[in-house]
T-cell receptor, first 113, second 112 residues
Framework: AQSVAQPEDQVNVAEGNPLTVKCTYS??????LFWYVQYPNRGLQFLLK??????LVKGSYGFEAEFNKSQTSFHLKKPSALVSDSALYFC???????????FGAGTQVVVTP | KAGVTQTPRYLIKTRGQQVTLSCSPI?????VSWYQQTPGQGLQFLFE???????NKGNFPGRFSGRQFSNSRSEMNVSTLELGDSALYLC???????????FGPGTRLTVL
């Protein structure tokens, strides 16, 4: 069985400060990891993914994530947060069972001016 | 390329009724997945269709069903609606293996 956990319901950060959104996973096979963002009344937008290769993955809007196999984590980071980054962020995992995504509960990011 | 489209965007039904939601994937995508999003349960996987066959299924009762047509368009049906079925229903399509899913804007279903 696969699962993904986002331990923080909400993350508050001041504009210009670094932003980190945590994600840990549990899978029995090779993990394929994803981050999505959801703005109010919108669908989910893809940010980045890790399939294989470099542990540091760069994605859209200046976001990046680091895959850490030993800690089974895939934390999302942004060096300098913007107010417009305020949204709901979802981590997702997919194993070799193609097409079956498991999403985390989501983390609300609030960036204050 | 046009994105994933879902119709209708908003729907209001009463308990006991049934509802059909539609999803048109990105052109060329053969996989379509459905999710239910609620404040309390988050994003929950309903099922995934690939080439007209249900390939994966989540843990939802049989009242939730779906199908996919030869043009990859998909429909989701919920029968005997309950108040707890009120949610945002998201559809996502994907192309190549292990690729990201592209989400539609969702259908907001309210059951009264």
């Amino acid at each position: 069985a696969q699962s993904v956990a986002q331990p923080e319901d909400q993350v508050n950060v001041a504009e210009g400060n670094p932003l980190t959104v945590k994600c840990t996973y549990s899978v029995s096979g090779n993990p394929y990891l994803f981050w999505y963002v959801q703005y109010p009344n919108r669908g989910l937008q893809f940010l980045l993914k890790y399939i294989t290769g470099d542990n540091l993955v760069k994605g859209s809007y200046g976001f990046e994530a680091e895959f850490n196999k030993s800690q089974t984590s895939f934390h999302l980071k942004k060096p300098s947060a913007l107010v417009s980054d305020s949204a709901l962020y979802f981590c997702a995992v997919m194993t070799d069972s193609w097409g079956k995504f498991q999403f985390g509960a989501g983390t609300q990011v609030v960036v204050t001016p | 390329k046009a994105g994933v489209t879902q119709t209708p965007r908003y729907l209001i039904k009463t308990r006991g009724q049934q509802v059909t939601l539609s999803c048109s994937p990105i052109s060329g995508h053969r996989s379509v997945s459905w999710y239910q999003q609620t404040p309390g349960q988050g994003l929950q996987f309903l099922f995934e269709y690939f080439s007209e066959t249900q390939r994966n299924k989540g843990n939802f009762p049989g009242r939730f069903s779906g199908r996919q047509f030869s043009n990859s368009r998909s429909e989701m049906n919920v029968s005997t609606l309950e108040l707890g079925d009120s949610a945002l229903y998201l559809c996502a399509s994907s192309g190549d293996q292990n690729n990201e899913q592209f989400f539609g804007p969702g259908t907001r279903l309210t059951v009264l």
